[in-house]
């Protein structure tokens, strides 16, 4: 049976959300039940980025140079083997070399997956990426509650969940994905088709880069979004289930409103580009950000903290959604997956940077009862890195 590219791009992209998330919902309370600090969670955060610093562009050529088939299955075996790792031990050098098959998972997945779609789909980009980000959001909506109400019960439920999950894409990939020759590096020369090397590859990859102002600017707002969004995603759980007194429940349900607040910013998009070019609506859903991951450093009662965290969430739909239309018209079909790595890959350096100095504000936070007050001062101290943001996107 065949199926249009971007109605098993949704279906995908449906599983692939739900079977991250479903752990990620309690993936810090679940690495502190170990017997961890959130330290040493976030150091194997920092392991994770690292990693995929490292592995981005090489894996984002295997995509443009054997295929993005091959890459996709690739991505999620590494996955299963990360899931299983987790699972099985408390060991922190397992865990270690879990986060880095995890890494390898994300880096092999990432950018083959959308230029699969990009290359195979006739649909506008607006509708692919509007509509698939929003149907991502929809499986974070159903995944949250069932993630931390799994949790509850054992943390290590949602992760079964997490397996099964995986084990279908597997399936799904395999059986459904078609692969032209779009996508692959070919020289024709004397009537023969000829491979490019991985060099030539990387080479040229950069060379467009940084010959298009437009591409390398994105590339260096991603630094700093990535920075100001570190503390968010490291802090959150801990402080929304500290702030509540409610317990890890709470967390599901505030996952679940999440998605639904980053649905809306996906779909926002959509309507946005109809009466607004590519830059303006980059810019707007920056400015959701910043702002709003501002004002929520500076409150410390629980439902102030979560509607400003709401508001941001939309800017956390929006931006991937605006990002991904505004990279796609510009990067040419046969390097999509290794440019799209790269820049996958510099972002990663904003994260490490904002993991690393999280970490060193939070080595005395071991429970939820420690102070919040380091978490909200780094917040406050973020808006330089939102106004730099907001700066180099006006070049």
Known sequence: MNMKAHKLFYLITFIQFFMLEITGTTLILYILSKGYSLQSANNLLIVLFISILLLEI???????????????????????????????????????????????????????????????????????????????????????????????????????????????????????????????????????????????????????????????????????????????????????????????????????????????????IKKLSKHYNDKTVMILSLYMLGVWLILSGLFDQFYLVLVTFLIYEMGRGMYPTAKQIYLNKRIPSEYRATILSLDSAIAQIGMCLGLFITGLISKNFTDLSASQLPIRNLMDNLWSCSFTTYTYSQI
């Open 58 to 268: 090489p894996t984002g050529v295997i995509a443009d140079r054997f295929g993005r088939k091959l890459s996709v299955i690739l991505g999620y075996i590494c996955y299963f083997i990360y899931l299983l790792l987790f699972v099985l031990t408390k060991d922190l050098s397992l865990l270690i070399i879990a986060q880095i098959f995890g890494a390898l998972a994300t880096c092999l997945k990432s950018g083959a997956l959308e230029s699969w779609v990009v290359d195979h789909s006739d649909q506008p980009l607006e509708d692919i990426f509007s509509k698939s980000n929003s149907i991502m959001y929809i499986a974070g909506f159903f995944c949250g509650l069932l993630g931390a109400f799994l949790a509850s019960i054992h943390f290590n439920l949602p992760w079964i969940i997490s397996i099964i999950c995986c084990v279908t894409l597997i399936i799904l990939s395999s059986i459904y994905m078609k692969e032209n020759n779009k996508g692959t590096q070919e020289i024709i020369s004397n009537g023969n088709s000829e491979k490019k090397s991985i060099k030539t590859i990387i080479n040229n990859s950069i060379t467009i880069v940084l010959s298009n102002k437009s591409l390398w600017i994105i590339f260096i707002v991603g630094i700093f979004i990535s920075f100001s969004n570190s503390a968010a995603n490291t802090f959150q759980q801990p402080r929304f289930v500290g702030l509540s007194e409610h317990g890890v429940w709470i967390f599901g349900v505030i996952k679940t409103i999440y998605s639904l607040f980053m649905s809306m910013g996906s779909l926002l």
